[in-house]
């Protein structure tokens, strides 16, 4: 299947995701299951194949989401780099902020596109 799409099958960490970026500079983060996804599905839903857009959806629900949190994880805790801690105070002065920890403003995105898609909760 990956030769449909432009796949290096070495460095997928999950399948069944859209990519939030395309040939970074590091190739590896092309790969990663982050919630900025959820922000073009809730804004231009055309963009994407209904059914690998739900399967992709459900990933993310599965995997990012937490019970009982309010808050996104922001990076798949499968993912290598995932630090789930963020504390602004320590000698990193919080350089996981993107890798890992939970935020609000994601969740409005993924419910939009949700929605978008017809899935209920």
Excluded at 24 to 29: D, G, K, L
Excluded at 81 to 91: H, K, L, P, Q
Excluded at 106 to 117: E, M, Q, S, T
Aim: hydrophobic fraction near 35%; charged fraction near 25%.
């Amino acid at each position: 299947m990956d030769h449909k799409f432009v796949v290096d099958s070495k460095l997928v960490n999950r399948r069944g995701i859209y990519k939030d970026t395309f040939r970074s500079s590091q190739a590896f983060t092309d790969y990663q299951l982050r919630p900025n996804l959820c922000v073009a599905m809730a804004v231009a839903p055309e963009l994407f194949n209904k059914e690998h857009a739900v399967e992709c959806l459900k990933t993310v629900e599965r995997v990012l989401m937490t019970k009982g949190a309010m808050g996104i994880k922001t990076l798949d805790p499968s993912d290598k780099n995932y630090n789930g801690d963020y504390i602004n105070s320590d000698e990193s002065h919080g350089f996981n902020y993107h890798q890992g920890p939970e935020w609000l403003w994601p969740v409005g995105y993924f419910l939009h596109a949700k929605l978008n898609f017809g899935i209920a909760s």
